[in-house]
C-alpha cells in the first residue's frame, strides 16, 4: 500500500490502516474499532471526518 497522508491530531486515534484487494480499505483505531472503506476516496472522507470531530 501506498502511504495514507493523515493530519497530526488524528495519528494518536489511527492504530493502523490495511489495503485490502480491490482497492478496499480498513481502519483500525486505538480503541479497537475497525471501519471499512470502499476506495481511497471513502478513506480520505473519513480521516477528514475524523479531524473534524477531534
Do not use: F
Request: charged share 20%; with cysteine; net charge positive.
Amino acid at each position: 500500500m501506498n502511504s495514507v497522508i493523515m493530519p497530526k491530531k488524528i495519528r494518536g486515534i489511527i492504530k493502523r490502516i490495511y489495503q485490502h484487494p480491490g482497492n478496499i480499505y480498513s481502519i483500525v483505531l486505538k480503541n479497537e474499532e475497525t471501519i471499512w472503506c470502499n476506495d481511497q476516496v471513502e478513506l480520505y472522507d473519513y480521516l477528514r471526518q475524523i479531524a473534524a470531530n477531534c
